[in-house]
């Protein structure tokens, strides 16, 4: 196998785990040669959700234009890269064997390393490649597929400190958008229908708040804002009412979101004797609302706070290529028969809490 040379090593990233196809050239200097994405947005939006069979069929049309694209604008062969990497799980797995056979291909004819990345850990990773963060540090993950609170100590190395029981939170924002008829994602018309709203007018519940633990859970506050709707009727939609609304749902999983991360800071500190900086990641770390809080918590707590611009909180090849760096820097890497893990929790030890089935622990 070709060694990689020590210095300017090149990775291409691939992710296909969800609704974004997107392949990315990264340098081990941080330096990005190329990130092109396509996003299946419009493909799923008619069905309020993503659609697993579309995903898969779309990832597969699109996935060899989109490397061929990325290798051209950043003017690179495949037998310049260091390696290949993609994301093997957790994830849709339609859209997971497309994007790790395709890795798997290219790593063999090309005579490269193969580094399968779990999603996960490339967002708890890309707080790294923004802000060259030292470990470890607490990463709060907020996506449509995941809420969880990580204690990072190393490539590798985690601590799942809490998850959800129930829905995901951007699950939550899309429920709530769907339930409006807003559309999808819900996540950033929510933000936009809440802009001047008053986020004390609705009282909704705040789950767990004050518990010892660092889980979090969702279901009842969708079922409190399906009962004000009930209540609310055809005038919920009205504008001052609809901003209300969803500033007060906003404020309501900011406070949760400020609250469970409080804790799990708090028990980082037990570990570790010293509170780590906070990493936030996901697509819901766009929202202002929630990031503002966010900083506040992180003020409070006098740690340093990292929040990695949108375009890399949510799904994209360049964090994958990053993870994949780190990997291969440690000589982590993977043989061709490396399955594609649909669900795949980046902490072993931790308890399954949510949907564990016979496929073991979901993410
Ligand atoms: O990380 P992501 O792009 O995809 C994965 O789930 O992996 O996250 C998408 C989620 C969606 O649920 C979307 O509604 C939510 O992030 N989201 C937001 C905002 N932008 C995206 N939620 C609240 N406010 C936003 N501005
Ligand atoms: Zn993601």
């Known amino acids: 196998m070709a060694l990689p040379s020590p210095r300017g090593r090149i990775v291409l990233g691939i992710e296909t785990s969800c609704d974004e196809t997107a392949a990315a050239l990264v340098r081990d200097d941080r330096s990005v040669l190329s990130a092109p994405l396509f996003s299946q947005l419009s493909e799923h939006a008619p069905y309020g959700g993503i659609v697993p069979e579309i995903a898969a069929r779309a990832h597969l049309e699109r996935l060899d234009v989109l490397i061929a694209r990325a290798l051209e604008e950043a003017d690179t ?166 901003a209300d609304l969803c500033a007060s749902f906003e404020q309501a999983i900011a406070d949760v979101l400020v609250d469970r991360t409080r804790r799990a800071l708090a028990r980082a500190r037990q570990r570790l004797g010293a509170t780590p900086p906070l990493v936030v990641a996901g697509g819901v770390a766009a929202n202002r609302r929630i990031g503002a809080a966010l900083r506040g918590l992180a003020g409070e707590a006098g740690v340093p706070i990292v929040v990695p611009p949108p375009r890399l909180c949510t799904d994209n090849g360049t964090i994958v290529a990053w993870a994949g760096i780190e990997r291969l820097e440690l000589g982590l890497v993977d043989g061709l028969d490396v399955p594609a893990r649909p669900r795949w929790p980046l902490d072993p030890r931790a308890e399954p809490l949510l949907g564990a089935g016979a496929k073991g622990p979901k993410a």
């Open 77 to 242: 062969r495949l037998a310049d890269l260091a390696a290949v990497a993609a994301t093997a799980g957790p994830g849709l797995i339609g859209g997971l064997s497309v994007g790790l056979l395709t890795a798997k291909m290219l790593a063999l004819v090309h005579d490269k390393p193969l580094i399968a990345v779990n999603h996960l850990e490339a967002h708890a990773l890309t707080a790294r490649f923004t802000d060259a963060l030292d470990f470890p540090y607490l990463v709060l993950l907020i996506s449509g597929g995941h809420c969880q609170l990580q204690l990072v100590r190393g490539v590798g190395a985690y601590e799942r400190l809490g998850t959800t029981l129930d829905d995901a939170v951007g699950e939550a924002f899309d429920k709530l958008a769907k339930m409006l008829g807003l559309g999808y994602p819900g996540g950033p018309r929510i933000e936009v229908a809440a802009r001047g709203g008053d986020p004390s007018r609705f009282p909704l519940p705040r789950p767990f708040a004050g518990e010892p633990h660092c889980n979090f859970s969702f279901s009842g506050l969708k079922t409190a804002v399906r009962r004000l709707l009930l209540e609310l009727g055809p005038a919920a939609l009205e504008p001052s009412n609809l």
